[in-house]
């Protein structure tokens, strides 16, 4: 598996190439258009084993490290003449970044660093390619001079040599094993021993270590960070994409399957004639659709943002680094959560490798895990939502994302109920705004109380999490609000475009609505009549876009080798399908089992036998 993994990653990557040489070398935005091309993933169903040394290796040596390092390491990364990786958890460390083990020691006798995994604790575990396919990855430790701790820095290491592939000296590295799902990324651990490299190894773009040993604070710390916030919104993309994938499978299928008459005596119908699968599969479509739009709002936001570090304009990071958790949190849960809903969907059958939702699914399901856990960044989020909560108390202005935060706290309370979707929009928005309030109270009390900040994040946790939740849920409807009725392309769209869109909107704004029902309760008095009349409302919407269902998956343009599903296969001949997947297992070459005369032959002769006995 790892070997077909390495080749058709290198298929691709020869195609990123070509495709960076058309946009811009290395730039930021050709990624989206690659996962367009869901080749990528489709070609490689166990895994990329290249995708860090792509969206992690080679960005880092760009970002972080100077033009000269970059001449040195960075093109060679970029043309793929060494393959590298992002070594930064370890078997002891992965979201407490501070508390990583690995050390960098500075020798100002050599200018070199000495780098050491002390413990087996501060082994690095899991940085993806880092088993068997890397021979370089960014190392990053915490830096020592005169023994004095500065902060975490990342160091360009050379672990295996580039003609024999052999581990060099001092460098202990492997595969760390079997996992449920991306088994051809080769995750890998490394430990290092005295190991030294030169000084000018270390990534010196934001912070330096000069020759004789005095060190040079970064301006900003975080951008150390920045990395890690590029995957983030990757992520938001590539997810919103692994559920379009799984919507569009459960579609295709829904309107194949027949089953279970709704009216006595008619045929069986279509399944996603039935109002219950309706609810299983269409908001899973327009869920697919509103992250989608949403990182690629990100996606900008990071363009702009990268380019303004680069010219040590640092004013946006804050504003950028809220958003990628927020989305990459959301969309990995949401993603998640609707794979596995929609093979629900879809039966017996659903539960088949021949359908590749499960694959799809343990493709989408770790990231909810790496490049930040996700309850983790919650609280990143929750901890951000605490300080800007402080500044409207103090009447200041809110980055933009926040806006609509700094608008309901001035509401003394909701308006008359409405229903219309900027009335549902506000209301997600104001039960955020009180869930702030109230997390606010309790943190703020505990801090009072004479509690340290990180043990009020700790102990007021539950309601931070909330708050950061609805303010994802705000924003992502926000921005879906936006793009169907503020855009400025809305007039270039055809009448009945327009409905499907608006479709769309009315289902993901009452969804939503529904799902925090509780929540919003807390803060609006809305009466049964006014929640019933949603109901008919969700009913209607899924009624409305049933005969939509199809075209709008179709639109996400996969085909079928890359939803590699004999479930969601555009021509529709599912059952010739599943029966030739079924004749191409292994068991069925042959009539009769080996098993049969080693095992189950003599346990059946020796039931007989003792059953005879006992009659005796
Ligand atoms: C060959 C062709 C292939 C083609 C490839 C392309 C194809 C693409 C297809 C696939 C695309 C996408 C799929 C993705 C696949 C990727 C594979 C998996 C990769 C996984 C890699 C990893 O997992 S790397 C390791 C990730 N680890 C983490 O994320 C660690 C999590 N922990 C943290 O981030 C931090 O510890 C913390 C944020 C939780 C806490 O930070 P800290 O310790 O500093 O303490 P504070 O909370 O007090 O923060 C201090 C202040 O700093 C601010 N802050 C924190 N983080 C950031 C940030 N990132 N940016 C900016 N600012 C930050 C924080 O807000 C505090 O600020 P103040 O309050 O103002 O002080
Ligand atoms: C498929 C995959 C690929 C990966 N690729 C890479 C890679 O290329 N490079 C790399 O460096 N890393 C990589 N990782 C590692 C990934 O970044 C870490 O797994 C992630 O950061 C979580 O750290 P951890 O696993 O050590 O969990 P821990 O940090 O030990 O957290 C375990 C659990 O403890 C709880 N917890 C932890 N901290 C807190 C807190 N502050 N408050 C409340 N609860 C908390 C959470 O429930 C969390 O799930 C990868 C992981 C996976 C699964």
Redesign the pocket.
Known sequence: MASMSVKH?IA??K??RSLQERFNPGGSDI?PA??GDEA??ALIPSG?P???????FTRALREQGTDEQYEKFGRRADNNEIIGT?A??ELGH?????GLEARADYDRGTEEFVLNTPKLSSYKW?P?GLGQTCNYCIFVAQLYIDNEAKGMAMFVVQIRDEETHMPLPGVHVGEIGKKMGLNGVNNGFLGLKDYRVPRLNMLMRHQQVLPDGRFVKSPV??VS??P??F?RC??A??NSNYLAQAATIATRYSVIRRQSPIEEGQPEPKILEHLTQQMKVIPEIVTAVVYRLAAANLQNMYNETAEAVYRKDFSR??E??ALACILKVATSYDSTYGIERLRQACGGHGYLTAGNLGNIFAMAAP?CT????NS??YL?VG??LM?NWSQVLAGRELMPSMAYISECSKMTSFPQWTGSWECLLKAIQYACVGSIRLAFQSYNARVQSAQSQTAAVNYSGLELTKAAELHGRSYVAGNFYQQIVNSPNKHQRSPQFQKVLENMLELHLIQIFFRHLGDILRFIRITEDEISALQRRLEEVLKELRPDAVAITDAFDFNDKILSSALGCYDGNVYERLFEAALKHPLNRKSVPDFFEAHLKPFMKENADNAKKSKL
């Open positions: 990653a691709a990557a195609k990123l990624y690659l996962m990528i993933t990329n290249l995708s860090v040394h792509i969206l992690m992002f930064q958890t992965g979201t407490y970044l501070r899991w993806g710390s975080q960070y920045f890690m916030v995957v990757m992520v993309r590539q990071l804050p950028l680094h990231a790496y490049e930040g856990e983790v960044l990143q901890k951000i300080k």
